[in-house]
């Protein structure tokens, strides 16, 4: 009888064993796969063009500035058309406190602020990049 129950033993913490591998083995490959780059195809087709925005600087200069907003998915994107006024009270609050030689040196940190605030307000996915596309200061 104690032959029988260090078999059934053994048998079972060879199954747990196994089960747990297969679920680390399982979960790096998901992984791998979120870590993939993008094609530029998904990048075209998760991506939302916002529209233009001027407003004034701290010191009195006017901007013009467009971005290209890219996304995870396309609930995603249609969630950021969606939002297209939260963007724009973003980009003017943000660009009220800046000068226009702040505004120069600082639009990559523009960028990441912008996806980062946008990040806090969506629902249906994530912001991934913001590229600025347009930018006439004046």
Excluded: H, W
Aim: negative net charge; hydrophobic residues 45%; without cysteine.
């Amino acid at each position: 009888m104690s032959k029988l129950v260090k078999v059934m033993l053994s048998s079972i913490a060879i199954l747990i064993v196994g089960a747990a591998i297969a679920f680390l083995v399982i979960l790096n490959f998901n992984d791998e796969k979120e870590g993939e780059a993008k094609t530029i195809d998904d990048i075209v087709e998760y991506s939302y063009e916002s529209p233009e925005v001027t407003t004034d600087l701290d010191d009195g200069s006017f901007v013009r500035i467009q971005f290209q907003i890219i996304t995870d998915s396309k609930d995603a994107k249609e969630e950021i058309a969606k939002r297209d006024f939260q963007l724009k009270n973003i980009l003017i609050k943000e660009l009220a406190v800046l000068s226009e030689e702040d505004f120069k040196a600082g639009l990559s940190e523009l960028e990441e602020t912008v996806q980062i605030k946008l990040n806090e307000v969506m629902t249906d996915g994530k912001i991934t990049d913001v590229y600025t596309i347009n930018k006439i200061l004046q």
